[in-house]
């Protein structure tokens, strides 16, 4: 069973950074990748990042591609999101996930619900001034 936590999450200026940790319990071998996603209020979930368990594979969606990074710290079993130059737009619940199955192509499989199979609680991000 593949458990993870958020953490990190806060109120902002925009410009600012902050630095979100899913802390993952269980096995490499249990799942895949890890991902980062987001949803704000009235709008869908979005995939923002996502790092494979080798860390072969990262990817990001265009809306942070520049301004975020994502990483991992095996030693800790922890992914990173470190998230800066925020915009009031990144305003979301952001949750990571663990994919369970792996995939070809990152960007279609960050839009298959059924990938991810493990879900963190959520953390909430806010950028305003």
């Known amino acids: 069973q593949v458990q993870l936590v958020e953490s990190g999450g806060g109120l902002v200026q925009p410009g600012g950074s902050l630095r979100l940790s899913c802390a993952v319990s269980g096995f490499a071998s249990n799942y895949h990748a890890i991902g980062w996603f987001r949803q704000a209020p009235g709008k869908e979930r979005e995939g923002v990042s996502c790092?494979?368990?080798?860390?072969?594979?990262?990817y990001y969606a265009d809306s942070v591609s520049g301004r975020f990074t994502i990483s991992r710290d095996n030693a800790k079993n922890t992914v990173y999101l470190q998230m800066n130059s925020l915009k009031p737009e990144d305003t979301a619940v952001y949750y990571c996930?663990?994919?369970?199955?792996?995939?070809?192509?990152?960007?279609?499989?960050?839009?298959?619900?059924?990938?991810?199979?493990?879900w963190g609680q959520g953390t909430q991000v806010t950028v305003s001034s």
């Open positions: 790092i494979t368990s080798s860390a072969g594979r990262i």
């Open positions: 996930a663990a994919a369970l199955f792996p995939f070809r192509e990152t960007a279609q499989a960050m839009g298959v619900p059924r990938l991810w199979g493990s």
